[in-house]
């Protein structure tokens, strides 16, 4: 089945700490998305990359990087830079063909212990 | 002001109510407006798309836009406990641009 994967579905980090979380889809789409989600604050978009090797800064870029050196993969890197990483993430997809919504996966839950 | 505004609810209503909500937006140059439905700890799913202004119905949701007053509805007819979840609207501009997401409402649909 076509779809987008994230791992890992619950991630720990500790207070200085860079991790990262995986994002992979097979539905061959050329744009891919990562959001933040709060508790009432909706999705607010970190980064987000048409093409590979190519990627641009959301509303929320500090403290993240991304990478995209393959279509199927947009890996997102919380760095020690972001003070309050604590979140739900979602990454997404959208191709060419499809002039309306996003895949999304399912999520990581990131906390900060 | 926020570019999109949704009231976060909690909205609660018995089960076989007609459901409306609604989102607000201040830039008239979005041209595709979304509905995602998000189930706890879960990603959004697609629930309906519309193209400009219009109506758009697909069994038991019906999705409005209103361009001239820059305002959305999401209508859920005989609504069901399984529709108990979060309800985000999300718009964007014409080409390739990213979404733009309300807070989201959450719906509770009493049995």
């Known amino acids: 089945d076509g779809g987008i994967t994230q791992s890992p579905k619950y991630l720990f980090r500790k207070e200085g700490q860079n991790v990262t979380l995986s994002c992979e889809q097979n539905l061959n789409h050329d744009a891919m998305y990562w959001y933040r989600q709060d508790p009432g604050q909706g999705l607010r978009l970190i980064y987000y990359s048409q093409i590979v090797n190519d990627f641009q800064k959301g509303d929320i870029a500090e403290g993240y990087s991304v990478s995209r050196e393959k279509k199927e993969s947009f890996p997102l890197t919380v760095t020690s830079a972001q003070k309050n990483p604590t979140a739900f993430y979602l990454c997404?997809?959208?191709?060419?063909?499809?002039?309306?919504?996003?895949?999304f996966g399912s999520g990581t839950r990131l906390t900060v212990v | 002001q926020k570019e999109v505004e949704q009231d976060p609810g909690p909205l609660s209503v018995p089960e076989g109510a007609i459901v409306s909500l609604n989102c607000t937006y201040s830039n008239s140059a979005f041209q595709y407006f979304m509905w995602y439905r998000q189930y706890s700890r879960k990603g959004p799913e697609l629930l309906m798309y519309?193209?400009?202004?219009g109506n758009k119905e697909d069994g038991r949701f019906t999705a409005q836009v209103d361009k001239s007053s820059k305002y959305i509805s999401l209508f859920i007819r005989d609504s069901q406990p399984s529709d108990s979840a979060t309800y985000l609207c999300a718009m964007r501009f014409s080409g390739n641009t990213p979404l733009v997401f309300g807070k989201g409402t959450r719906l509770s649909v009493i049995a």
């Open positions: 997404a997809s959208k191709g060419t063909a499809t002039n309306y919504g996003y895949t």
């Open positions: 519309t193209y400009s202004s």
